[in-house]
C-alpha cells in the first residue's frame, strides 16, 4: 500500500511537470507493475483539467487522456490475465 | 458415497471478494471523477498546487545553471540554429519595418492614427510539448484583468491565440493554430480574405481558389487596424485538374520556444 502512494505520487509531480509522453510510459510501467492501478484514470483527468480546454460542450478529444488511461486500464486487465510470466 | 451437490468453493468467494473490491474502488474514482468536474473548488486547489511547481520549474529551466554541463558540439550547434534563427530574424524585422512605415504613411493619410493596445507582459508557465494540446498556461489572469477572449501576441506583433480560461492567477490560451479552429486572414500580396483552418503545432491550412495568387514566402496577416504578421506561407499544392490550391502557412512563432507573451487587454 506504502510503495502504491509514493507511486501515486510520483506520478501525480510527473503530471504536473513532466512531458505529457513521459508521464504516459511512466503509467504503462505503473499499470504492468501493479494490479490494479485504477486510479490512474483520475490522473487522466487532472493532465486534461491542467493542460486542456474543458468546454460545456463534450467533445472526447478535450478529455483525451482521460479516455487513453481508461483505454490502458483495459487493455492491462486484457493483457496481464493472458501473459504466462505475469504473477495473478 | 456418491455425491450429487457441489461443494461451496472457497475459489467462488475469493473471487466475488475481488469483484466487490474492484466496483467498490470504480465507485469511488467515479464519485472524485464527478467532484473534480462539477465543483470549481477541487480544479482550483488542483492549480494551486499546480502553479508554484511550474513557476519553480520555469524559473530553473529559463536559468543560466545547466549551461555549466554543455558540451562544446552542443554549444556549436547551439551557435548554428541561433544563426539561422538571427538570419530569419533580420528578415522579418526589415519586413515589419517596412510595412509599419507603410501603415503609418497609409493611415496619415486617411487622418487615422494608430492606436495603441494595452497589453501585459506573462510568463509562459506550460507549453507544448509538455502537453500535446495546442495551449499555453500563462502566469497572468483574473486579477491582472485577463478576460476570456483576449488576444494574445507573441515578439511584439504575432497574432498566436486567445484566452480560453481564466483562474485567479493564471490564465490558458487557446492558440488558433488548434486543429480544426477556423480564422479570417489576409492571403498575402492580393489582399484576399480567406479562411484558415488550424492543423497543429503552429500550422494552418487554406483552400483557396487557383485564380488567387500566392506563393512560399509570402506574408499572411489578420485584418486589423494594427500592423501584424501572423504567418507565412510555406508550401502550396495543387493538381493541375484542381480548381482549388492548397496552402500551408506557418506562424513565425515557435510556441515550444515561447518565454514570454504579451495579452492585449
Redesign the interface.
Request: positive net charge.
Given at each position: 500500500m506504502f510503495k502504491r502512494i509514493i507511486f501515486d505520487i510520483l506520478l501525480f509531480?510527473s503530471a504536473?511537470?513532466?512531458?505529457?509522453?513521459f508521464t504516459g510510459i511512466f503509467s504503462i510501467a505503473i499499470l504492468y507493475y501493479f494490479k490494479?492501478f485504477?486510479?490512474i484514470?483520475?490522473f487522466g483527468?487532472?493532465m486534461d483539467?491542467?493542460?486542456?480546454?474543458?468546454s460545456a460542450n463534450f467533445h472526447w478529444y478535450d478529455y483525451?487522456f482521460t479516455f487513453l488511461f481508461i483505454i490502458l486500464l483495459l487493455t492491462s486487465y486484457f493483457i496481464k490475465k493472458r501473459l504466462k510470466f505475469y504473477d495473478k | 458415497m456418491k455425491m450429487n451437490y457441489l461443494l461451496k468453493s472457497s475459489n467462488f468467494q475469493n473471487r466475488r471478494k475481488v469483484v466487490q473490491k474492484?466496483a467498490l474502488?470504480?465507485f469511488i474514482?467515479l464519485i472524485?471523477?464527478i467532484l473534480?468536474?462539477f465543483t470549481g473548488l477541487i480544479?482550483r486547489a488542483?492549480?494551486s498546487?499546480?502553479l508554484p511547481?511550474?513557476q519553480a520549474?520555469n524559473t530553473i529551466l529559463n536559468s543560466n545553471t545547466f549551461q555549466y554541463f554543455k558540451s562544446k558540439q552542443a554549444l556549436i550547434n547551439d551557435r548554428v540554429v541561433l544563426e539561422q534563427k538571427l538570419f530569419l530574424a533580420g528578415n522579418l524585422l526589415a519586413l515589419n519595418e517596412t510595412l509599419q512605415t507603410e501603415n503609418e504613411n497609409l493611415k496619415d493619410l486617411l487622418g487615422r492614427k494608430d492606436s495603441k493596445q494595452n497589453t501585459i507582459l506573462a510568463t509562459v508557465l506550460?507549453k507544448p510539448?509538455?502537453?500535446?494540446?495546442d495551449?499555453l498556461?500563462i502566469d497572468i489572469g483574473a486579477l491582472q484583468n485577463v478576460k476570456i477572449g483576449d488576444k494574445v501576441i507573441a515578439n511584439a506583433n504575432i497574432y498566436i491565440g486567445e484566452v480560453?480560461?481564466v483562474l485567479p492567477h493564471l490564465a490558458?490560451v487557446?492558440l488558433y493554430s488548434?486543429p480544426g479552429r477556423k480564422l479570417s486572414v489576409v492571403l498575402g500580396a492580393s489582399s484576399v480574405t480567406m479562411e484558415a483552418v488550424g492543423i497543429g503545432g503552429g500550422n494552418f491550412n487554406i483552400f483557396a481558389p487557383r485564380e488567387v495568387e500566392v506563393k512560399e514566402g509570402d506574408v499572411i496577416v489578420i485584418p486589423s487596424i494594427t500592423a501584424n504578421v501572423f504567418g507565412i506561407v510555406e508550401k502550396v499544392s495543387y493538381k493541375e485538374t484542381d480548381s482549388f490550391q492548397t496552402v500551408l502557412f506557418k506562424s513565425p512563432v515557435n510556441v515550444s520556444e515561447l518565454s514570454f507573451v504579451e495579452v492585449v487587454i
Open positions: 509531480i504536473i511537470v513532466a512531458p505529457w509522453w490494479n485504477n486510479e484514470i483520475l483527468l487532472i483539467i491542467l493542460y486542456g480546454r474543458l483525451r | 474492484r474502488t470504480i474514482i472524485i471523477i473534480i468536474l480544479r488542483l492549480f498546487i499546480a511547481a511550474w520549474e506550460v510539448p509538455q502537453t500535446p494540446y495551449m498556461t480560453s480560461e490558458k487557446t488548434t
